[in-house]
């Protein structure tokens, strides 16, 4: 019998106004001090690039992308970029 248990992932989502962007990474912290957490994943625009040069610089790395994942008009699409962190090995 195989057990599977997913409690040691934290995922959550944010989106910052410009106002907050660049002021630190206290989810981050928090998860890394979390008992029970051992990897943060998330997702982000592949057009955001701000974004993802921040993620990597803390650590982040890419997992995948979910392609045509976010359709913007008829012909309009963005992938999503999966990203993910271990904050315990």
């Given at each position: 019998?195989?057990?599977w248990i997913h409690t040691k992932i934290g995922e959550f989502g944010l989106m910052l106004s410009h106002h907050w962007r660049g002021k630190g990474n206290s989810h981050v912290d928090?998860?890394?001090d979390h008992p029970v957490i051992e990897?943060?994943?998330l997702e982000v625009f592949s057009t955001n690039e701000n974004a993802i040069r921040l993620y990597c610089g803390m650590g982040f790395k890419e997992e995948g992308r979910?392609?045509?994942q976010i359709k913007?008009?008829?012909d309009t699409y963005s992938e999503l970029v999966l990203m993910y962190k271990?904050?315990?090995c």
């Open positions: 019998m195989v057990k928090w998860a890394g990897k943060i994943s979910r392609v045509k913007f008009d008829k271990l904050v315990k």
